[in-house]
């Protein structure tokens, strides 16, 4: 092989590489991220049926029913609208009611969302930065300024 | 001082490390820098020769290595490293022992003063608790003997002595708490309930709950002309919407009251708000809500003025007028949880002095001091 | 007293990085060898100060100090020893205070063994190290500052965050901090290069030492966090594609590919830009990182404080450091010679793979961690790229890199021999491919993938060990004289092995945990069992019990293996007082390599309470795996010709102690 060769060589094997690479990552950028909703946006918009998404907002006061086998339902709501959710697993250490949340999963066709994961991971706030995002948006979140430390 | 004099060694130190290597003479740097370059590549050399005996690799490739780092070896020992001339040098010099001479400190203590607080003393939790309870701030003091209380919980006087203390610094629901830990060990007493159902009202806003009811009604049951506890319990009355019931608690309370008692002026609103002859005063539990507003206006320093006082006049009382076993035994206590032992110890010989005649007595303050780790002299 | 002192140290420590970046550097790129000789002993100085700082904050955390803010504001007297001690780097200053005392230790290595060095490159080196420092003591003193005292000192702190309350933050931070910062000493050696235009095959030889040092540790940091997070949040999860995960994970990519590079520049000069420009991007990762976790522009356990004046001053550190060393790198990179030539096929080829697909990978980390933030602060709108995405992007660009494994060390450089490293390879794939079988035959088509992932593992282990047996010639030549060789193996032949034994093995647990594992979600009374792989798992009862702070509510489990009991678990959820924060403990079952894995959930009165209940075949496998992964790079760091310190001792001492051939 001659010097020039095995430069090309080298230069093309990158190259396919590095499109590899993109492509993936271009493919999955377009199919498996998912976009935060609060229950005011599923409520207006549509949302495509299969679609994974990721709600948040505050669990409705009161709304917690539990049944057997870790079945869970509560009401995630931004003080405008109210979705219902239901849930079977461990709801993590921070999840209380009045307190934020982020769900993800799939909206039924009943309009019940049914999520496969529910996260409570927060500041010392209790709140989950998008939630406490989406509040501000809809003007019922003062909090946030007093933490800094 | 001391830090002063450290803070300087300690900056005195980083300077050195400047001057040092820049008073000592060098080999110039280009020699030592192809040297280096050089010691690598004779080990690579070596790596090969290794590595062909072993025969991991070819002779031929052997070969070829040999040739390449050879030439890599050649080229190092080329190497010219630029030199600053003679005159510069020395310049360069001097400024480098200028930067350490006079910037570093100078820059070190122009920024520390601008941050640091030089005079604070250091302030870790253990000396504040054990230090000498006189000059510290009620917080202090309350801390010492919540500390004393965690470690010995089933002391009952102990309680008791901290209870009315938080009442002060506006925490009725810890007096209310302290007061049960003491009747629970000590047993019953009619002031010590009526505290508590005092503590637990003021800290429900004035609200009597059901719990202070029962300690009311249980310090009345103690004491029956008790003035306090039947003044809450009429209150009572009156907040659930008894109102027939609490006229006439009142009016029993009131009956034979000599007027310039300060909690009669109270007890009047309340029975002319029930009989709707007055203007309604919004909701007063008492007196006692003012007292608790009063002493949360307090500075921090007349707080500490008023716990110290609570036991001084208990200390003067005693000496003065004399007092009940229990009362001594109290004191002893007081002194002992905050941390003052010469006083204790003082309190005990003036108790031992007092009841020298009654040996009954002289055996209970015995044992009392015994408990508390008390010899007497 | 005690407490200014360590204050004043560090605001000397300060002047003293400033004096350090101007004085050897001047004489560095002069030829001033006394203002270059100035280097080490300050290097070593600036560790003592710092240490002398960071030594007095841990005791004002132990006397509960509480005239000190940060002491008020994350510790807590009622706290246990350990967590008081822990607690220093639990919080947004401590941790940056350790942060900065990694770096001048770094710099204290160098100034202290780098005897064996050119005066110039250490001293520069030494500089640029002290630039690092400079910002990052000045970011500590200007935002957030230990030493910050409270007039009216409070009887109580807050309290540490409880999740932190772990034996885990004792040992993650430090070593995940050991391999994020220590990657500033190969950004300091690359940039000196650079300023000198001194990148040779020396150079690559001198830097390899600190890059395996700092990898070791940062591969054990990122196993360790790992394994906490998987102990600690009680979801029976081991790598969650967390933002601050992959903040630890792009450096610990460039850094490995860094490693690999640096051996072709080393051998035979070649990928000299390249393996300066990696060295730059790693070290640049680990500051995104920092900048990523510092300013709150994440949420998570590890977000301490959200300050916008920190987040913004890192951001300008971010944009000085990495702006400033690649346009240092696009002026002075074009300048560098060529250096040798090579196959496609051979050694430096198998490298240059390597590289071209941990890179990739890296970038598809990168986008997915960073296009969420970006898409938030261009659209404002709110995405989040989970799971799926990396399991799509990183796990294809990693099958091939993993395929190719083997082949790599097996090739000889120059010019190598493919079809003669496959007849080498035979064995090993005989093994692979009957492991794969095996675990076809095992659990049939049901899971087409993890036979195949199995069979992946199973054939870089295998690999790993017939290069060291094709090494010593151990068929060829009988076993006990192999066994000599094999003790005459240079450390760094070792090392490569063993790391790469520990890739297979970290794989192989990955495949066999998530396609194998079993999990039952369901509410227990007591007397109730769960069947699991063989094991019944029964709940005897809960009770609460309390703690030096914390109270908590203690399941009680029993776990049989066919009628007989092989463990008793108790899982808990608490509640930490200070903080009126629960958190949940999972209780965990070993047995061989798997794991039985047990986390309560809530509490239904009555005495029925959920349960989560895994069992995670071979789970333990993924931290052995990285555990030996960082055995091969002490192994290698072993290596007499990569030993650090004065030459010329050093080099009589091996000599002495070298066997003699086996010959």
Redesign the interface.
Known sequence: ?T?KQ?RL??IG??GA??A??LG??L???N??????QSPTDITQNTIPDGQRI?LGGLVEEGSIV?S???QVEFRVTDMENVVQVTY???????FREGQGVVT?GIIGTNGIFVADSVLA????NYM???VA??LKDQGHWQGGEA??? | MMFWILIAALTAAATLAVLVPLSRNRQPAGAAASKADEAVYREQLETVDRDLKRGLIEPEAAEAARTEIARRLLSASERQTQTVEKSERSLQNKIAIGLAIVFLPAATFGLYIFLGSPDQPDQPLSARLEGPAQGQSVDVLVARVERHLAENPEDGQGWAVIAPVYMTIGQPESSARAYANALRIVGPNADWLTDMGEALTIANQGLVTADARKAFDQAVSLQPEAVKPRFFLALALGQEGRTDEAVAAWEQLLEGEDETQAWVGAARAQLAELQGTAPPVANRPGPTEEDIAVTSDMTAEDRQTMIQGMVSGLAERLSAEGGSVDEWNQLMRAYMVLGEKQKAETALNDALAAYAENPDDLSLIKDAADQLGLTGS | MIIEFGHYALVLAFALTLVQSIIPFWGGITGNERLMAVASPVSVMLFILVLISFIVLTMAYLSSDFSVLNVV?NSHSAKPFLYKFTGVWGNHEGSMLLWVLILVFFGALVGFFGGNLPADLRALTLAVQGWVTAGFILFLLATSNPFQRVVNPPLEGADL?PILQDIGLAIHPPLLYVGYVGFSITFSFAVAALILGRTDAAWARWVRPWTLLAWCFLTLGIAMGSYWAYYEL??GGWWFWDPVENASFMPWLAGTALLHSAIVMEKREALKVWTILLAIFTFSLSLLGTFLVRSGVL???H?F????ARGVFILGLLCIFIGGSLALYAWRAPMLKQGG????ISRE?GL??NN??LT??C??VF??TL??LVLDAITG??????A??FN??FG??MIPLLMAVPFGPILSWKRGDLLAACQRLYVALGIALAMTLFTFWLWGMEKVLAPLGVGLGVWVMAGAVSEILTRVKLFEIGLKRGISRLWGLPGSAWGTAVAHFGVGVTVLGIVTASAFQEEH???MRPGDSVELSGYQVTFDGAAPRRGPNYTEEVGHFTIRKGGVVVSELDPS?RVYTARQ????EAGIYTTGFSQVYL????S?GDGAV???VYFKPMITLIWIGCVIMSIGAVFSMADRRLRVGAPKPSRKRTAAAAPAPAE
């Open positions: 092989m010097r095995m060589t080298l094997s990158a590489v590095l590899v690479a993936l990552i493919f999955a950028l199919d498996q991220i998912v976009f935060f990721r539990r057997d086998n870790a079977k697993g461990i709801l993590p250490d921070l993800e991971k927060h500041d010392e989950p930065k998008e995002e989406a933490t800094a430390n | 504001q965050n009680g979801w949420t998570s356990v977000a404080a959200t300050d916008p030539l090579f196959a496609p080829g240059v793979l071209l697909f990739a990978a970038a598809a986008v997915g296009y969420p709108e709110t995405i989040s790229v989970g799926p995405f799509l992007t294809p660009l979600i369901q509410t959820k924060m629960p958190t949940t986390s309560l959930g809530e239904r959920d349960v989560r």
